[in-house]
T-cell receptor
Framework: TQLLEQSPQFLSIQEGENLTVYCNSS?????LQWYRQEPGEGPVLLVT?????EVKKLKRLTFQFGDARKDSSLHITAAQPGDTGLYLC?????????????FGKGTLLTVNP | GAGVSQSPSNKVTEKGKDVELRCDPI?????LYWYRQSLGQGLEFLIY????????KSGLPSDRFSAERTGGSVSTLTIQRTQQEDSAVYLC?????????????FGDGTRLSIL
């Protein structure tokens, strides 16, 4: 069974602080996606990374894919209350079906005003 | 609307009853997925449909679970003889499919509670 570990599971910070969320596996991904989910809604895609070492930026969010394509991180700069939500990483494993995603359990982020 | 639509949004039923959950994907999306999200858990893959191909049912947890997709569009997930451990949010997603790394567009889910 391929596992995708996310850490931390919970994170509560003050507005303006920086934070990093991690996603790790012992297996290699062909691609990895980050989603954000708000209460009562489905996840919404933030970014897809496919190349080892790739860095993508989305406003205050920076996503990095590890060189070996086994891990990824999401860094938020100057967090805002609107960033509050459940952040999920999901990977398609190399050698597996490119349509089947394995999801981590998520990081529940709360940004307090 | 333009998004993935799921119904009902909430369902409460007694243990042992059958339930049927519906998903309307985005028009033109050939791929459709069902996931289950339990409290404190990530999304658990259940089943995948792609066009007219045989579905990938490898994630269905037991033979009480089944799904259909009629006409390549609407899908229904049926759970027979429900158990309390079936309580969860059931999410449907669709994508363009057949192209790697396509984003999955999710509905808001059906929150199923088994009493």
């Amino acid at each position: 069974t391929q596992l995708l570990e996310q850490s931390p599971q919970f994170l509560s910070i003050q507005e303006g602080e920086n934070l990093t969320v991690y996603c790790n596996s012992s297996s290699v991904f062909s691609s990895l996606q980050w989603y954000r989910q708000e209460p009562g809604e489905g996840p919404v895609l933030l970014v897809t990374v496919v190349t080892g070492g790739e860095v993508k930026k989305l406003k205050r969010l920076t996503f990095q894919f590890g060189d070996a394509r086994k891990d990824s991180s999401l860094h938020i700069t100057a967090a805002q209350p609107g960033d509050t939500g459940l952040y999920l990483c999901a990977g398609a494993y190399s050698g597996g079906s490119n349509y089947k995603l394995t999801f981590g359990k998520g990081t529940l982020l709360t940004v307090n005003p | 609307g333009a998004g993935v639509s799921q119904s009902p949004s909430n369902k409460v039923t007694e243990k042992g009853k059958d339930v049927e959950l519906r998903c309307d994907p985005i028009s033109g999306h050939t791929a459709l997925y069902w996931y289950r999200q339990s409290l404190g858990q990530g999304l658990e893959f259940l089943i995948y449909f792609q066009g007219n191909s045989a579905p990938d049912k490898s994630g269905l947890p037991s033979d009480r679970f089944s799904a259909e997709r009629t006409g390549g569009s609407v899908s229904t997930l049926t759970i027979q003889r429900t158990q309390q451990e079936d309580s969860a949010v059931y999410l449907c997603a669709s994508s363009l499919g057949r192209v790697p790394n396509q984003p999955q567009h999710f509905g808001d889910g059906t929150r199923l509670s088994i009493l």
